[in-house]
């Protein structure tokens, strides 16, 4: 059943998420980055919408062959080379690998290929720079807004798909969830795991591809932008690129412990996940680099240096947590944790089907300091890419805004779910563990 509060916030969602990644694009395109200033126009008469909307470049057909072409290349990498970089990697994932179990009992199987798409594709973009110029490294951004409509028609074409083929075609009919409420099925999604084919999966390949592959390709599109007005690239702007560079590589290198996060396991595939990684994830996430192109910051060393070891010591808790739950799980607790064997509680549950099973949460290491430490890892990370674009404007903190509120409501979303799964094992667990992210304070 859907409360009112959830279709409340579903309808402004539907509503407002697409008009605020297009008021913060037009914002950096109309009035270099402000927020405000728009605000102040339309208020005080000095401006309409009319006249806003007239001055934002309109769909191209270059914007559509350029948005065409790379997300073809995408799915072409994504299902026609199965991967290699596993058999000369060590450590790393890939090949075909198996997700979680789905309520209705089914375990898919996955191409792991992210990382060698990655590689592939930036290859390609640097050969282009260096050798081929067939287009400038400043394509992304001289063709930003045009490539935004582009996002948007595939983030509702596939949406929109997403919900039709779970009524007349689904790949699992008992994977599918209806609540009887339209636009909660829309934007939450119906079907579990939609695909066609064997291997083309609609939830690892938006969720992974084509977003999180053009991120970095967005932030060089930034750099060379820099390079191209002021002669230079800001050390700033290189902060955003090793910072948010590390954090995609982090994504595609383990691709398969992704399979059994929240977005796979618990999340259904609709506009949340379709529309949102088609355009939310490349437009607002990529919005320091945006920023720092019409206000290019050189950081004094000891900021640069501090910002630096911010975002490192965030992404080295942020994996570091993971590590240690991973490890955890793998062994069944037999391992050791800082030196030691781990502590946890063992915990009990009831499936639908009456059998019952057991489960270990772990109450040491990063675990025993916070339930969601590995997200206090992921704010640090944050933080530091917005500290790279200084104090001037508002704007490039959006970000530690938005994942902020983004993981507080995963905090609370899991933490409801493993309620509902443990009971009284639960209480006993958030007893020993008591804080969320901050230890001490929250």
Not at 38 to 55: F, V
Request: proline share 4%; hydrophobic share 45%.
């Amino acid at each position: 059943e859907v409360d009112w509060f959830s279709l409340a916030s579903i309808l402004f969602l539907l509503t407002f998420a697409p008009l605020i990644v297009y008021y913060f694009i037009m914002s950096c395109d109309q009035y270099q980055c402000s927020l405000i200033d728009p605000l102040i126009d339309l208020l005080t008469g000095n401006k309409y919408l009319s006249d806003i909307w007239n001055k934002t470049p309109m769909l191209t057909y270059r914007a559509a062959g350029i948005y065409t072409l790379w997300v073809t290349f995408q799915v072409f990498l994504y299902v026609f080379i199965p991967d290699f970089c596993h058999k000369f990697l060590p450590g790393y994932v890939g090949g075909v690998q198996k997700g979680a179990v789905t309520p209705a009992g089914v375990v898919n199987k996955y191409e792991i290929n992210g990382l060698q798409a990655w590689i592939i594709t930036h290859v390609l973009w640097f050969a282009n720079a260096y050798y081929f110029h067939w287009f400038s490294p400043t394509i992304i951004f001289d063709n930003w807004i045009p490539l935004l409509w582009c996002a948007n028609i595939l983030g509702y074409a596939v949406s929109t798909f997403a919900m039709i083929k779970s009524y007349f075609f689904p790949t699992n009919a008992k994977d599918c969830k209806f609540t009887g409420n339209f636009f909660y099925d829309y934007m939450m999604g119906i079907e579990f795991n939609p695909r066609i084919g064997k291997w083309f999966d609609f939830k690892l390949f938006f969720n992974g591809r084509p977003g999180i592959v053009a991120w970095t390709l967005i932030n060089l599109s930034y750099a060379a932008k820099q390079q191209e007005l002021y002669n230079q690239v800001t050390n700033s702007m290189i902060l955003v690129n090793v910072l948010q560079g590390i954090y995609v590589l982090d994504f595609f290198w383990n691709e398969a412990w992704y399979l059994k996060t929240i977005d796979i396991c618990h999340d259904h595939f609709g506009w949340y996940l379709g529309w949102g990684d088609c355009v939310w994830l490349p437009y607002l996430y990529t919005l320091q680099g945006l920023y720092l192109v019409y206000h290019p910051v050189q950081l004094c060393t000891a900021n640069a240096i501090g910002i630096l070891m911010l975002g490192l010591i965030g992404y080295y808790i942020f994996r570091m947590t993971n590590h240690q739950k991973d490890l955890f799980r793998r062994t069944n607790g037999n391992c050791k944790i800082w030196g030691k064997k781990p502590e946890y509680i063992e915990c009990s549950y009831m499936s639908v089907d009456g059998t019952k099973y057991y489960s270990k949460l772990m109450t040491s290491g990063f675990w025993g300091w916070a339930r969601h430490f590995n997200y206090t890892g992921d704010l640090m990370g944050s933080l530091a890419y917005c500290l790279t674009c200084g104090f001037e404007h508002i704007l490039p903190y959006f970000y530690i805004v938005y994942m902020t509120i983004l993981l507080i409501h995963r905090c609370i979303r899991d933490e409801h779910r493993c309620f509902s799964k443990y009971g009284k094992d639960w209480k006993r667990y958030t007893a020993a563990v008591p804080y969320r992210l901050i230890p001490g304070i929250f």
